[in-house]
């Protein structure tokens, strides 16, 4: 990452990416407010910054250590699913898809922006307007608060596509998908030899490239394997990431214990 994509990260998104990334999800502020000024930003406003996420209801304080709470419990389970894949990755796959047909009817422009960020959440993807769906192998209990919106406003079927790989390859882009996945693993290995090297520098773009392949694993379709491109690398880069994650929380906690020592 370079200094000036670092420079853009907000106090509130380090703290966020932080921890989401961190199970269970607290950590003390002094040590966000360390590991935020790697990035160049301020005490005080890392300090403002969490006062606003506590007021926000993103946040709660107990004596000085920070907790996710509300919604984002939700993001982090979303994250941690994603990183597991969710999906039976084909072996138990019947052929069927989930079809979601949206109810004719007004709706607020709220309402309707909530009904499709559900449906994406998900997983499912819009065919035409008011038309979503996706191989059935998903767990049909995932997010039960999205399910509940999508099944207020939706009538449920089940289908059966004649050409279901080229109906996925329409729905996602499986290639521009795939090409990101490589370029994130070749990344990863990257870091993983300067972690090797003991390089404190690798901090803040270890940091942003966690960020980034968790970002990339919401966007995987999650594919039965039947319907995925040949070589698709998703569980590779599941693999990749879990050794990526292992050494980079190793030098998070080697830059913590350095934190904790300066305070005595």
Same mark, same amino acid.
């Given at each position: 990452?370079?200094?000036?994509?670092?420079?853009?990260?907000?106090?509130?998104?380090?703290?966020?990416?932080?921890?989401?990334?961190?199970?269970?999800?607290?950590? &003390?502020?002094?040590?966000?407010?360390?590991?935020? @000024?790697?990035?160049?930003?301020?005490?005080?406003?890392?300090?403002?910054?969490?006062?606003?996420?506590?007021? %926000?209801?993103?946040?709660?304080?107990?004596?000085?250590?920070?907790?996710?709470?509300?919604?984002?419990?939700?993001?982090?389970?979303?994250?941690?699913?994603? %990183?597991?894949?969710?999906?039976? @990755?084909?072996? @138990? =796959?019947?052929?069927?898809?989930?079809?979601?047909?949206? #109810?004719?009817?007004?709706?607020?422009?709220?309402?309707?922006?909530?009904?499709?960020?559900?449906?994406?959440?998900?997983?499912? +993807?819009?065919?035409?307007?008011?038309?979503?769906?996706? /191989?059935?192998?998903?767990?049909?209990?995932?997010? &039960?608060?999205?399910?509940?919106?999508?099944? +207020?406003?939706?009538?449920?079927?089940?289908? !059966?596509?004649?050409?279901?790989?080229?109906?996925?390859?329409?729905?996602?882009?499986?290639?521009?998908? +795939?090409?990101?996945?490589?370029?994130?693993?070749?990344?990863?290995?990257?870091?993983?030899? %300067?972690?090797?090297?003991?390089? !404190?520098?690798?901090?803040?773009?270890?940091?942003?490239?966690?960020?980034?392949?968790?970002?990339?694993?919401?966007?995987?379709?999650?594919? &039965?394997?039947?319907?995925? &491109?040949?070589? =698709? /690398?998703?569980?590779?880069?599941?693999?990749?990431?879990?050794?990526?994650?292992?050494?980079? !929380?190793?030098?998070?906690? #080697?830059?913590?214990?350095?934190? %904790?020592?300066?305070?005595?």
């Amino acid at each position: 990452m370079t200094a000036a994509a670092a420079r853009s990260l907000t106090a509130r998104s380090v703290v966020l990416s932080t921890l989401l990334g961190t199970t269970p999800p607290r950590l &003390p502020g002094r040590l966000l407010v360390a590991l935020a @000024g790697e990035f160049g930003i301020a005490e005080g406003t890392t300090r403002v910054a969490l006062s606003r996420m506590v007021d %926000r209801g993103e946040l709660t304080n107990v004596d000085g250590t920070y907790h996710l709470t509300g919604p984002l419990l939700e993001r982090q389970d979303r994250q941690e699913r994603s %990183r597991r894949s969710g999906g039976d @990755g084909g072996d @138990g =796959w019947d052929g069927n898809w989930e079809l979601r047909v949206v #109810r004719g009817g007004a709706r607020r422009a709220a309402d309707r922006a909530e009904l499709r960020r559900a449906l994406v959440l998900l997983g499912l +993807a819009e065919l035409r307007e008011g038309a979503w769906l996706r /191989p059935a192998n998903l767990d049909p209990a995932r997010l &039960p608060a999205r399910q509940a919106v999508v099944d +207020a406003s939706t009538d449920a079927f089940t289908a !059966r596509p004649a050409q279901p790989a080229s109906l996925a390859a329409r729905l996602w882009a499986l290639s521009a998908w +795939a090409a990101e996945a490589h370029r994130l693993q070749r990344e990863m290995s990257a870091i993983i030899q %300067r972690i090797d090297d003991d390089d !404190r520098g690798a901090v803040v773009p270890g940091f942003e490239l966690s960020a980034a392949v968790l970002r990339h694993f919401l966007a995987d379709p999650v594919l &039965p394997a039947a319907l995925a &491109p040949p070589g =698709w /690398p998703a569980e590779h880069l599941r693999t990749s990431y879990d050794a990526y994650d292992h050494a980079y !929380r190793r030098l998070l906690r #080697r830059f913590f214990r350095q934190v %904790r020592d300066s305070f005595g």
